[in-house]
């Protein structure tokens, strides 16, 4: 994973004011998004505390350090609890799920990301119509990780996939065959199912539907060409 690493400086003028200063690799600002090719690119973007710094380098999808400090991006892949820690601590986790189901809605995209991810790991059956909601979210992890929990929870999810493949919105679609493609990986039995829903999307009026469309069965012919063996 690429890491963006963010300077403080004085605010030109005051030099009792600080700003925090990173590389401008698609960061939005207030004036747009400026595009750098590379991540550490001579042009850079300043913000005015380091919270939000950190917010937008996620937002673009890198790792951000600051004074040695490590910032990754939410984490996918990690662990529940061991069996030996799982009967005392379970339940504590379980009370958390509340809470979770408010972050789908918070106004940072780290935090819904987040979250999605989190609920995933539950296969929380009670998150699937606020999980779908998150596949119109104009962040690319939001969507992306709401998906991914999609494919955990599985059969449960699989009326709420059917409908956003038929949705009006091209991000939902795009984000419901993206959590086609995850679940080919989890549980491909379950992708039988979609398929048909799938197929139309190969013609699609938006050409990024298409292209995951036509994803979503190669990734599929992959698979089950390879359990025939």
Not at 35 to 59: C, K, M
Not at 95 to 102: F, V
Request: glycine share 4%; hydrophobic share 40%; charged share 20%.
């Amino acid at each position: 994973m690429d890491i963006i690493y963010i300077k403080k400086q004085t605010k030109p003028g005051n030099s009792a004011v600080f700003r925090y200063v990173v590389p401008a690799v698609g960061i939005k600002t207030s004036e747009g998004t400026r595009l750098i090719p590379h991540p550490y690119g001579t042009e850079s973007t300043t913000f005015d505390s380091l919270e939000e710094t950190i917010e937008q380098v996620h937002r673009a999808g890198y790792d951000a350090e600051y004074d040695t400090q490590h910032y990754p991006l939410p984490m996918r892949q990690n662990r529940l609890p061991t069996k030996k820690s799982k009967a005392s601590g379970l339940g504590i986790v379980n009370d958390a799920i509340p809470s979770l189901h408010h972050q789908l809605k918070d106004s940072s995209p780290s935090v819904i990301s987040t979250a999605a991810w989190a609920l995933g790991e539950f296969r929380d059956t009670s998150a699937i119509p606020g999980l779908i909601h998150a596949l119109s979210n104009e962040d690319a992890a939001v969507r992306k990780n709401s998906a991914e929990a999609l494919a955990k929870i599985g059969r449960p999810s699989l009326s709420a996939l059917q409908a956003a493949l038929k949705d009006k919105h091209w991000l939902v679609r795009h984000s419901a065959l993206q959590a086609m493609i995850d679940m080919v990986h989890i549980q491909p039995e379950l992708v039988v199912e979609l398929l048909p829903n799938a197929l139309p999307l190969l013609k699609d009026e938006s050409w990024l539907v298409r292209s995951q469309s036509a994803t979503v069965f190669g990734e599929a012919a992959k698979v089950f060409q390879a359990l025939e063996k």
